[in-house]
């Protein structure tokens, strides 16, 4: 364990010894994420298109979804670690919407070993940001709460500045695909100073659509970032996941 990283764990290690943690996915007390919530999870390791992760279903062998063969998006790979719903949709919750910030150090390891295993070769790692007046009204960001962590165990540059949200966008929930496009549509800025020549991997906590992620990466590539990755907590669908 690297030293930052396990400053970082004694930390919030401390607080859970002064403040006894509640799990996030079903309130049992004695851990923040506990091992029933986490086996409950739908990982979504295989059968993902990959480039954008999407689920292939129907027994589909193909290795790219139709969306992505048709209109490569601007990321070069983006991933989720498991399905938007049961424990994880409520820890997700908790964690963006309760203040439950302690979480994000628990559900950023299962990201730590996803992203090892993808052997992506990422130097810089950014969390999606909120506009500014939805950082004044939460106090923080729920991607950041996953990112730095990540950055930490990883040992890889961490920069929550490097890309900003310049558009303050609605909600995605409820949106189509096109309209969720549409919504985030030059709505982030990357700092050249901090991406120029780096291959950014930006973490956020549920993904849709990938819209979102695809916005990202063309403010990144823009500003001179070589290539961008997306990696997910957990990832909605349309339709039910077996």
Not at 50 to 67: H, K, M, V
């Amino acid at each position: 364990m690297r030293p930052a990283y396990w400053l970082y764990r004694k930390f919030w290690l401390s607080l859970d010894w002064l403040y006894p943690p509640a799990c996030g996915g079903c309130s049992r007390p004695g851990d923040r994420w506990c091992c029933s919530c986490n086996q409950q999870v739908q990982i979504l390791f295989s059968d993902v298109c990959q480039i954008c992760g999407e689920l292939l279903l129907n027994g589909n062998s193909a290795r790219f979804c139709r969306d992505c063969l048709g209109n490569r998006p601007r990321f070069q790979a983006m991933r989720s670690w498991g399905a938007f719903t049961g424990p994880l949709r409520e820890a997700i919750h908790r964690l963006k919407y309760r203040k439950d910030v302690a979480l994000g150090e628990a559900l950023s390891r299962p990201l730590q070993d996803l992203v090892r295993s993808l052997n992506w070769p990422i130097d810089l790692i950014v969390p999606v940001p909120l506009s500014d007046q939805r950082l004044r009204e939460r106090g923080y960001n729920q991607a950041d709460c996953l990112a730095l962590p990540m950055a930490l165990a990883l040992g890889v540059d961490y920069h929550s500045r490097a890309l900003l949200r310049i558009k303050n966008t609605q909600s995605q929930v409820g949106l189509s695909a096109h309209q969720r496009k549409e919504n985030v549509l030059n709505a982030f800025s990357a700092n050249p100073r901090l991406v120029t020549g780096r291959q950014v991997l930006v973490i956020d906590d549920v993904a849709t659509t990938g819209a979102t992620i695809h916005s990202c990466a063309g403010a990144l590539l823009d500003a001179g970032a070589v290539q961008v990755f997306g990696m997910t907590l957990a990832r909605a669908f349309h339709y039910p996941v077996e």
